[in-house]
């Protein structure tokens, strides 16, 4: 099998350098491109605050597939498990909610120490992190709200919560030498009509200034702020709007997270990172699968994640777009999920790579769309796999579909007992 690979990859590598590609110089800046997989996929986000509580905020995980992480050492162990079944650098995306504590803890009083376990965790694995305030299954953001909220006592409680979180994320950077990317995303909005659409947009600026008020290094933490188009309960009036975030983050200067499934089914972000990037400095990208809503499904190698893909590699965005996850099937086993949805953002990058993109672009400054249209389309069956799997090897990783067989032991051995 080993040999097959080999003889298949130097047949590709010949290919592709034939249309002008070093594939060698491909694998190694897919080698530097970590993909930042989300905690939340392990445990339909629940976390460890409060994991028999609802999941609120207008998200859903549907599906009781066996074997959901119940603890933190568990979604530790099937962390391991998939990102041994992932090639190339990762990282990791934690939630405020997924602190370890023998006391509980409310979420304006998360400090450090409750998440030493996962940075210690995260330093044996050679992996940075990321973070995310936990804005949702809270009994004070039951009625919708949190930082916009009308109440300042709650809006307050919600604002010590993101800085509490930004202590972390520092903490998390400065511990790991590598930024941490907290990202901020509150679920406030309205069911039905809304009248005054103006004040809880100002409440919620207010309420993110006083948060990033405090100057932190940047070596060690990015601030992130999330749009969405409406969540389940919230269909009319979504506080973080698009336009919000955008204003938000081209007038403050923080990143703007672009998630796959936070805006109208026709739309896609891949056409939108070029635009943002006019005016903000840095994107994190939460790569997901919208089904007809925000459904947060697995992702797919289809044309959407190519597209996103391709604006990175195209427009040599490697240091100013971060690559986020954001999916949460409860339906399929949750370790084969990760491990679908991760290798796919990578395949895509992959694929990105091995583009000619100097001879596309220069097609289509001379007017030539006929030729630009027939390399894009012959492009789609040059040997990448063949690539692929090879870079599968160089890191002891399963080539092809038998990392299916190491979910099934897995899941026999150790989620069944669960
Ligand atoms: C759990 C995540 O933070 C959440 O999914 C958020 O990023 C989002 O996309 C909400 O729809
Ligand atoms: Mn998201």
């Keep these: 099998?080993?040999?097959?690979?080999?003889?298949?990859?130097?047949?590709?590598?010949?290919?592709?350098?034939?249309?002008?590609?070093?594939?060698?110089?491909?694998?190694?800046?897919?080698?530097?491109?970590?993909?930042?997989?989300?905690?939340?996929?392990?445990?339909?986000?629940?976390?460890?605050?409060?994991?028999?509580?609802?999941?609120?905020?207008?998200?859903?995980?549907?599906?009781?597939?066996?074997?959901?992480?119940?603890?933190?050492?568990?979604?530790?162990?099937?962390?391991?498990?998939?990102?041994?079944?992932?090639?190339?650098?990762?990282?990791?995306?934690?939630?405020?909610?997924?602190?370890?504590?023998?006391?509980?803890?409310?979420?304006?009083?998360?400090?450090?120490?409750?998440?030493?376990?996962?940075?210690?965790?995260?330093?044996?694995?050679?992996?940075?992190?990321?973070?995310?305030?936990?804005?949702?299954?809270?009994?004070?953001?039951?009625?919708?709200?949190?930082?916009?909220?009308?109440?300042?006592?709650?809006?307050?409680?919600?604002?010590?919560?993101?800085?509490?979180?930004?202590?972390?994320?520092?903490?998390?950077?400065?511990?790991?030498?590598?930024?941490?990317?907290?990202?901020?995303?509150?679920?406030?909005?309205?069911?039905?009509?809304?009248?005054?659409?103006?004040?809880?947009?100002?409440?919620?600026?207010?309420?993110?200034d006083e948060i990033i008020s405090e100057k932190l290094n940047p070596a060690h933490h990015i601030d992130a702020v999330e749009s969405k188009l409406f969540g389940i309960g919230a269909e009319s009036y979504t506080v973080g709007s698009n336009e919000f975030c955008l204003g938000y983050a081209a007038s403050r200067q923080t990143a703007l997270t672009l998630d796959a499934g936070h805006f109208h089914p026709t739309e896609v972000i891949s056409d939108k990172i070029s635009t943002a990037m006019l005016y903000v400095p840095r994107l994190l990208l939460h790569v997901s699968r919208p089904v007809r809503w925000d459904s947060d499904h697995v992702v797919l190698l289809d044309d959407e994640t190519q597209a996103i893909a391709s604006e990175i590699v195209r427009q040599k965005l490697f240091d100013k777009v971060h690559i986020g996850l954001d999916f949460f099937d409860a339906s399929i086993n949750r370790i084969a999920a990760w491990v679908i949805g991760t290798r796919n953002a990578k395949k895509a990058l992959l694929r990105a790579l091995l583009e000619p993109v100097e001879q596309l672009k220069k097609l289509e400054i001379e007017g030539d769309y006929t030729a630009r249209l027939a390399l894009l389309e012959e492009q789609k069956s040059l040997p990448w796999q063949a690539v692929w799997e090879a870079w599968c090897l160089r890191h002891d990783v399963p080539a092809g579909a038998s990392w299916l067989g190491d979910v099934r032991h897995y899941e026999q051995q150790i989620l069944s007992q669960r």
Aim: net charge negative.
């Design 1 to 208: 099998m080993t040999q097959a690979i080999e003889q298949a990859f130097a047949l590709a590598k010949q290919r592709f350098a034939d249309i002008g590609i070093d594939v060698e110089a491909a694998l190694a800046q897919l080698d530097r491109l970590p993909v930042s997989m989300h905690c939340w996929q392990g445990d339909d986000v629940r976390g460890f605050e409060n994991p028999q509580g609802a999941l609120t905020g207008g998200i859903q995980a549907t599906g009781n597939y066996p074997g959901r992480a119940r603890s933190a050492e568990e979604l530790r162990a099937d962390l391991e498990q998939a990102m041994a079944l992932i090639p190339g650098p990762k990282r990791l995306n934690l939630h405020a909610i997924y602190l370890e504590s023998e006391q509980a803890v409310d979420r304006h009083e998360i400090k450090p120490e409750h998440f030493a376990s996962w940075v210690a965790w995260a330093k044996q694995q050679k992996i940075g992190l990321d973070f995310n305030p936990t804005c949702f299954s809270h009994e004070l953001s039951a009625d919708g709200f949190t930082l916009a909220h009308a109440n300042a006592e709650i809006r307050q409680f919600w604002i010590d919560h993101c800085k509490a979180s930004r202590k972390i994320s520092a903490w998390f950077g400065e511990q790991l030498d590598t930024p941490s990317v907290m990202n901020i995303w509150v679920p406030d909005g309205m069911k039905d009509l809304t009248v005054d659409r103006l004040a809880p947009r100002q409440r919620l600026m207010n309420s993110l």
